[in-house]
């Protein structure tokens, strides 16, 4: 039977006590801006020992080798989106849904400024290493909690598919948010694009207000 291929890439050991805990989030930490300024090819163990402050040794007590470091990055990204994520509000369907809207794309823009350089290489530059399956359920998660959220405000939409809408809401704005990432990251800073995204999009799903 073939392993998983998150099987195939485990640290040495991972850390219990504080001090090893530091040690592993210092190399982490030197692993993310050695990835995001060199790439995969440049980047070697060599390299994030210098930047962490540590000799290639320690690298070497907790990871066999920069793959198995890429993927834990890879993971303890993810782990710290989705935990970001976590932090839009309690469901609350007093709330108006363009409230809500905002609320999300808020988020969703605060989780690309949380390390934009670092975000744009794992998203073009730095190959997956065994944590896709990850992202796939996190997203799959994601589609199926804002449709759960719009279902509860079915009389405001004009839409009737409510799944397919919060497909094409998810996948749309993330794919223009991650063009941001590299074409043009400073307006991820803008609060004007968190405005005209809600705009935008409450147009073409909320029934026109009564006058």
């Not at 530091?22 to 070697?44: C, D, M, N, P």
């Not at 690298?59 to 935990?83: A, R």
């Not at 405000?153 to 809401?169: F, K, S, W």
């Not at 803008?190 to 026109?208: A, G, W």
Request: hydrophobic residues 40%.
């Amino acid at each position: 039977m073939k392993a998983h291929p998150a099987r195939a890439l485990k640290p040495r050991k991972r850390p219990v006590q504080e001090r090893s805990l530091r040690t592993w989030s210092t190399i982490l930490e030197a692993a993310a801006q050695v990835f995001a300024e060199h790439g995969y090819e440049k980047t070697s163990t060599n390299l994030i020992a210098e930047r962490a402050g540590f000799s290639v040794g320690t690298i070497y007590e907790y990871f066999p080798n920069k793959d198995v470091l890429l993927s834990e990055l890879q993971s303890h990204w993810s782990d710290v989106c989705w935990g970001y994520l976590q932090s839009l509000p309690a469901d609350d369907s007093t709330l108006p849904l363009e409230q809500r809207i905002r609320s999300m794309f808020e988020v969703w823009v605060g989780i690309l400024n949380l390390n934009c350089a670092l975000y744009g290489a794992l998203l073009n530059e730095l190959p997956t290493r065994a944590n896709k399956w990850k992202a796939d359920e996190r997203f799959n998660e994601r589609v199926a909690s804002t449709q759960r959220e719009f279902s509860k405000y079915a009389e405001q939409l004009r839409v009737t598919d409510v799944a397919l809408t919060c497909e094409i809401l998810i996948r749309g704005v993330q794919a223009y948010l991650d063009h941001l990432v590299v074409a043009d990251p400073e307006k991820l800073e803008d609060e004007r694009l968190i405005d005209d995204l809600t705009r935008q999009f409450s147009e073409l799903i909320l029934k026109p207000k009564e006058l």
